[in-house]
């Protein structure tokens, strides 16, 4: 038998919901992939995330690429993860 976690844990004590000491943000993963992949051309799931340079730039030069630099970049943002403005963690779901 597992004696995981520890009589006496507190997850709140050692960072639970934390990853790696990094809290978690109140944005969706799946929301600002899907809104990049779908809404890129216009920076939308940048926007969402609060990335607002990124996303000017992805809707004033998103032309150059023709539009493959925010669709790869939902994807990244899907497979990988990302993080919000304030630098915390995309939650899953």
């Known amino acids: 038998m597992s004696n995981y976690p520890p009589a ?15 809290q978690y943000s109140d944005k969706s993963k799946l929301v600002a992939g899907l809104l990049q992949i779908f809404l890129g051309s216009v920076g939308a799931g940048r ?27 939902g994807i990244m943002i899907l497979v990988k993860g990302g993080t919000d403005a304030q630098g915390r963690i995309l939650r899953d779901s």
Request: glycine share 24%; charged share 5%; with cysteine.
């Open 8 to 22: 006496g844990y507190d997850a709140g004590q050692y960072g639970g919901g934390q990853q790696g000491g990094q």
């Open 47 to 73: 926007f969402y995330t609060g990335h607002y340079g990124m996303a000017v730039a992805q809707l004033l030069l998103g032309w150059l690429t023709c539009y493959i630099w925010p669709l790869v970049d």
